[in-house]
């Protein structure tokens, strides 16, 4: 191109692209005679929230002032696949979006994410979207800007999905949604394929980042304002075992507690087969780590575990829960559970049931299951009718909410610190912030607050919340 050298190197090649995109950017926002504007909007997890913030990042580099919602220039959809209903809620609202698009023509409209990791789905849109104009998927995110750009000089559709990469491409911008706390990805991928699933074919191989680059991002979190990280990984106990030199995930909690200025960490999602003793005892002695643990069970039925492919039984499961109660027993439990998977019985849902009284959960993520193309539960013949299903879902969320409101309230009558995140969306003269085991408090306060740690006096829980007061 005019004898320019574009580098082959990242992330050097994708700062060029970035350059020349902001140059695109900047012709276009002076024809229209204003700023142009871009709204990464998320489906899924935390990991694909922590992936647009990355795609924010990029997107103001070039350019493009960063607004909420549909109303904008550049709008692109980052997807999520794990249920269906998440799929649905993609094609639902891009329709309306084709209808924004005629009346603004000069808007771009792309999807990313795990959904555009499944060939039937790119296939759809190429044939009923034609008004998309990039596609791409979980593995080539860092390359967000060569792809805007190829789009901006060719005019048509691009579409770039990789099946799988073993590559993690560190230093690309992110704009961060809270300037006070992030996420942080310590690992990528899944290599555990539970058999109703389908994060290990959208999300490709398990590969973990090296322990200094995760340390070098976290100081540089911290000398930008951060006092609380989120560490991110589909199965964060078995981080590190893939690494030239391998590290156990409690050996880089050890890490990071070190870095001065960090108040808080946290980390998700834990797989019960991989949770070690090592990790249990750095909790329990940790200053930071909150003590918090998101446990998902899936079901207490151990026929199931095992067609889940889950590698623990329901007594593994209870001792587990056992041993971390044990070493630190002001910890919070929370959970997943799938009701109606494949051949589910009236006596395995029990099982479940048991287990979530034996436990006590502090919350939990009730899902009926989905069936997901290209799994092995997707085949199974004895799936479980909706009216068997519904039933055993309203039961189990009964139970568990109803165990949720009194272990929420354990609490009250002591003083814990607060990390303070926003002014109360009803009331402004109260700010909300989160105790270390992740519950919600409100208390009076001022904007100032927002972002210390702060002591509360928990007055009253009310359900799922905690009104509070201040210690001065
Ligand atoms: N890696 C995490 C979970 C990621 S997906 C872990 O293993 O714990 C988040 C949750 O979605 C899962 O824990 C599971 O409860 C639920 N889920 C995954 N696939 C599902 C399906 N096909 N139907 C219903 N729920 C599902
Ligand atoms: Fe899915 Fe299992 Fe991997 Fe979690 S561990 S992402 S449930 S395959
Ligand atoms: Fe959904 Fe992908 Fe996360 S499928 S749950 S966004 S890893």
């Known amino acids: 191109m005019y004898g320019e050298i574009i580098p082959k190197k990242e992330p050097e090649r994708q700062y060029y692209f970035m350059e020349k995109c902001r140059e695109k950017i900047a012709e276009l926002s002076k024809e229209l005679g204003r700023p142009l504007t871009a709204s990464p909007i998320t489906f899924g997890c935390q990991m694909n929230a922590r992936d647009s913030e990355k795609l924010a990042g990029i997107l103001e580099k070039i350019g493009y002032q960063l607004v909420e919602g549909e109303d904008a220039d550049f709008v692109i959809y980052n997807t999520c696949t794990v249920r269906e209903n998440a799929n649905l809620r993609v094609y639902g ?106 994060v290990p074919y959208v999300r490709g191989r398990e590969r973990s980042r090296e322990p200094k680059d995760i340390i070098r991002e976290i100081e540089r979190l911290v000398a930008d304002g951060v006092v609380e990280v989120m560490l991110l990984g589909q199965n964060v106990n078995s981080y590190g075992k893939n690494l030239e030199q391998p590290v156990t995930f409690a050996q880089l909690l050890q890490e990071i507690e070190k870095i001065e200025g960090l108040e808080r960490i946290r980390f998700m999602t834990s797989h019960p087969k991989d949770l070690s003793d090592e990790l249990i005892e750095v909790m329990a002695h940790s200053k930071k780590i909150c003590k918090h643990m998101h446990l998902p069970l899936q079901s207490g039925s151990s026929r199931l575990l095992k067609i889940m492919n889950r590698h623990y039984d329901k007594e593994q499961y209870l001792t587990l829960v056992k041993k971390l109660k044990d070493a ?145």
């Open 328 to 472: 630190i027993p002001d910890i919070s439990l929370t959970t997943d559970i799938i009701v109606g998977f494949p051949g589910e019985t009236e006596e395995d849902f029990e099982e479940t049931l048991d287990v979530v009284r034996k436990v006590r959960y502090d919350s939990a993520f009730t899902f009926i299951y989905s069936k997901r193309t290209g799994t092995p539960a997707a085949k199974m013949d004895n799936q479980v009718p909706e009216e068997v299903v519904k039933p055993r879902f309203d039961r189990l969320l009964k139970e568990v909410q109803e165990i949720s409101r009194e272990e929420s309230a354990r609490l009250t009558g002591q003083t814990l610190p607060v990390l303070v995140e926003e002014i109360n969306d009803h009331d402004a003269s109260l700010v909300t912030g989160r105790l270390s085991n992740n519950l919600l408090v409100h208390f009076p306060g001022t904007a100032d607050l927002i972002g210390k740690i702060v002591d509360v006096y928990l007055a009253e829980c009310k359900g799922f919340y905690y009104m509070g007061e201040m210690k001065k």
């Open 93 to 198: 609202r891009l329709g309306v979006l084709g209808g924004i698009k005629k009346k603004h023509p000069h808007m771009l409209i792309a999807l990313c994410g795990c959904m555009m990791q499944e060939k039937e789905v790119v296939e759809k849109l190429q044939k009923s979207y034609r008004f998309v104009d990039l596609i791409f998927g979980t593995h080539n995110i860092y390359k967000f800007a060569e792809l805007i750009y190829q789009r901006l000089t060719s005019g048509k559709m691009v579409i770039d999905v990789w099946k799988d990469t073993t590559r993690i491409v560190e230093d690309l911008p992110v704009e961060r949604k809270y300037p006070f706390k992030s996420g942080v990805n310590i690992m990528f991928g899944c290599n555990n394929f539970c058999s109703y699933c389908i």
